[in-house]
């Protein structure tokens, strides 16, 4: 996938190597390692501007520089320069203010309010109660709310804001929320937190070693003792914590590569996490110095009260080898890639774990791309053994820079980087018939058979596709369709670079038995706003009768699963917000993770950072008035 740090094609603060200077000018740092990316009019790189990332702190930049995801990019610069670089990009000097703001008490609980382990009722048993939990609202993925949605066409209309969440000291909301037992569970920059599903108050916070972007999964701990939550960083840990508490009970490191993150949620079951394993490899691959490249995706399987390893999984299973040399004789390597982006797919009738790859970054000596690659493969659950695949598009090695940029290490002949971002969808037909159904951002939707080896059914496009075409983050199935949003996001041609208002969007109702469009609805405008574009490439949510989709102009929507017609709106992104802990928020683009419905409450996240302007920090959370 083009270089997903937090949805789509990006490389944050992507630094080359700079010479050590006697008096660091973060200006001039700056213009010579990070203005290629963030000043750039390259459509696959969708870094944040630097007016954007002036709402975040010196002491949040230099985190990123020297622990986050940027310290493989940032390590040639000495402690004086990624300083002076964080505080020019900050435009402001460090202070002891993001500390200070971290220990206040603003927001937290009083005693006892909303504490799983306190009293009777729903409370002490959270999985008995209304609940999405993990990334699809089950382990089939399908992200529908049935039983708890709490909500109907007939009350949709009726939504309004509740409270809202600010995330500290991050430019981007790209977690999606979990509600068990009364508490959502989210991450939001180098935290996650557990808060009152009513209110908003805070429980627990819990400090990552880096960003959180998966969704969270609670189950049961061994012996009654009480439940735990699960997720994973963008550091390639694994972790879980109490529930209750917010205590770390274990962190696992899933994968050593350097450029290796875990961004699906980790899906669990009968006492066993999977863990998928991704990468923004693809970036390290624009610099003509760097050996690209040598990550393979993977699942690994967790003992979920130990965190001890049970099976790991490699998408590609032969080990990357020397291929060739590129033009400034730094030394390639292949196979590589085929990254798992998304939350796995849990099978217990047939004992199998399905999971999404995304494209290859590079060749094998021979000149094959690996046929795991933009491609459905089912894991046998208890071994990890492969037991088959299937490729939806063949021959698909890309890294960033291969359509504009630094060609240098791209593939001979490379693909159109046509990945799968989103989980399969496990649903079974009024017959019985059973199927695998997911979106790919070549624009086309399959039909899988996983009781035949992942047969093809049926496969319609619906997109036009493209390196941020197609269908991107989720798709959501009932009984009757699978429904589908569509990116195909464009920009205008110039200086700068901007989203094309003209260009991308719409929403498909797809019935699962034929493969027959049964409905569609044509890109809505997206007003008069900087950086507009119709495209929908977050994650869509289905209840009875309902659909939610937000989009990359901020507009959240929810539309009638019988013909598509619109029953409600809202737009999301503002500047305004009053927080209930205190912390300043804005809303912004909606991609990446969709929206949650539980006992008559929605909750989404606002503002993912890689849209330029469209940055924000907000969790928000909506219900019917009166309620």
Known sequence: ????????????????????????????????????????????????????????????????????????????????????????????????????????????CTEGAGDPSAGSGQASRPLEGPRWNGWGADIANTRFQSANAGLSAETVGGLSLKWAFGFEGTLSANAQASIVGGRVFVGGGRKVHALDAKSGCIRWSFATDAAVRTAVSVGPRRDGRGHAVYFGDIAAHAYALDAAKGTLLWKVKVDPHPAARVTGAPALHDGVLYVPVSSIEEAFGTRSDYECCTF?????????????????????????????????????????????????????????VYVATGNAYSRAIDGTVADTSDA????????????????????????????????????????????????????????????????????????????????????????????????????????????????????????????????????????????????????????????????????????????FSGGVSGMLRAYATGDGRLLWEVDTARDDYVTVNGVRARGGAMDGPGPTVVDGMLYVTSGYGLWGGKAGNVLLAFGVSGD
């Not at 213009?31 to 870094?47: N, V, W």
């Not at 986050?68 to 900050?90: C, H, T, V």
Request: charged share 20%; glycine share 10%.
């Open 1 to 108: 996938m083009t270089t997903r740090l937090a949805g789509f094609a990006l490389v944050t603060l992507a630094l080359s190597p700079v010479s050590v200077l006697a008096q660091p000018s973060g200006a001039d740092l700056y213009a010579r390692a990070c203005a290629q990316c963030h000043d750039s009019s390259d459509t696959e790189i969708r870094a944040p501007r630097r007016e954007a990332m002036r709402a975040l702190s010196p002491e949040a930049i230099l985190r990123a520089l020297e622990t986050g995801s940027m310290k493989p990019f940032a390590q040639a610069l000495s402690a004086a320069e990624r300083a002076a670089l964080a505080q020019y990009i900050a435009g402001r000097a460090f202070t002891q203010q993001a500390a200070a703001v971290a220990g206040t008490p603003d927001g937290r």
């Open 296 to 352: 393979r995706g993977s699942v690994m399987a967790l003992d979920a009260e130990t965190g001890a390893e049970i099976w790991k999984a490699y998408t590609i299973e032969d080990e990357p080898h020397r291929t060739k040399k590129n033009s400034v004789g730094t030394q390639l390597f292949g196979p590589s890639g085929a990254a798992i982006w998304s939350a796995p797919t849990v099978d217990p009738a047939r004992g199998a």
């Open 376 to 547: 459905v493969i089912a894991f046998d659950m208890k071994t990890g053994r492969r037991l088959w695949h299937r490729q939806a598009t063949p021959s698909d090695a890309f890294i960033v820079g291969c359509v504009s940029g630094n060609t240098m290490n791209c593939p001979d002949d490379h693909g159109p980087d046509h990945d799968f971002g989103q989980s399969p969808i496990l649903t079974t037909l009024a017959d019985g018939r059973r199927l695998l159904v997911i979106g790919q951002k070549s624009g086309v939707v399959h039909a899988l058979d996983p009781d035949r080896e992942g047969e093809i059914r049926w496969q319609v496009r619906v997109g036009k596709g493209g390196t941020l075409g197609g269908s991107q983050w989720g798709s959501a199935a009932d009984k009757d369709k699978v429904y589908v949003a569509i990116s195909d996001v464009r920009f205008t041609s110039g200086t700068p670079l901007l989203l094309d208002p003209r260009a991308g969007g719409g929403l498909f109702g797809i019935e699962l038995a034929t493969g027959r469009v049964a409905w569609s609805v044509p890109p809505a405008p997206c007003g008069e706003r900087a950086q507009c574009s119709p495209a929908l490439s977050a994650a869509v949510t289905a209840i009875p009768g309902v659909l």
